[in-house]
């Protein structure tokens, strides 16, 4: 079985500063990594994933994340932050040996953006 | 493309009834998925349906049930609701079933409300 642990549950930040959400997993097997984003009243909507090759992958709203096989981690960055990024973000593992049991998601954690 | 669609998108039931939920999927993807999300436990996986078959099944009571259709469209009901039923319902498609590296697409959700 996997876990995921996003050790905050909120983190406060000012407009155009840099931010980190951090992410721990736990898994006796092989895992992909995804991180989601959910604004208010809305899905979740992928921001980005690794499934192999570089460690460091990148979405299109300058967010980035690296794989830390070593420390299972998978920490999202982003180095300048918008007001538009407010929202809940949940990091999330699947086993990568074939089959599925859906993804296993962390607790989310509440990013919020003061002016 | 139009996205997952899920209906209603709120639902208001009182104890011991039952409630169906509505899913069409991502036109093309033969997958869908259904998570549970609430603030304590989180988001957590139900179940997954692929060719009108259950594939695989989260830890849930039996009250908790689902079908898929040949146009891959899914509904899940609840039976015999309790107050903890009450959560957002979401719903995910993908292309195929069994494959991790398919991006999962979610849809608004169904926020159920159990009285």
């Known amino acids: 079985a996997q876990s995921v642990t996003q050790l905050d549950s909120q983190v406060p930040v000012f407009e155009e500063a840099p931010v980190e959400l951090r992410c721990n997993y736990s898994s006796s097997v092989s895992v992909y990594l995804f991180w989601y984003v959910q604004y208010p009243n809305q899905g979740l909507q992928l921001l980005l994933k690794?499934?192999?090759?570089?460690?460091l992958v990148e979405s299109i709203n300058g967010f980035e994340a690296e794989f830390n096989k070593s420390q299972t981690s998978f920490h999202l960055r982003k180095p300048s932050v918008h007001i538009s990024d407010t929202a809940e973000y949940f990091c999330a593992v699947s086993r990568s040996g074939g089959g599925a049991d859906g993804l296993t998601f962390g607790k989310g954690t509440h990013l919020i953006i003061q002016p | 493309k139009a996205g997952v669609t899920q209906t209603p998108r709120y639902l208001i039931k009182t104890r011991g009834q039952q409630v169906t939920l509505s899913c069409s999927p991502i036109?093309?993807?033969?997958?869908v998925s259904w998570y549970q999300q609430t603030p304590g436990q989180g988001l957590q996986f139900l179940f997954e349906y692929f060719s009108e078959t259950q594939r695989n099944k989260g830890n849930f009571p039996g009250r908790f049930s689902g079908r898929q259709f040949s146009n891959s469209r899914s509904e899940m009901n609840v039976s015999t609701l309790e107050l903890g039923d009450s959560a957002l319902y979401l719903c995910?498609?993908?292309?195929?079933?069994?494959?991790?590296?398919?991006?999962?697409?979610f849809g608004p959700g169904t926020r159920l409300t159990v009285l």
């Open positions: 036109s093309g993807h033969r997958s």
């Open positions: 690794y499934l192999s090759g570089s460690t």
């Open positions: 995910a498609s993908s292309l195929r079933a069994g494959k991790s590296t398919d991006t999962q697409y």
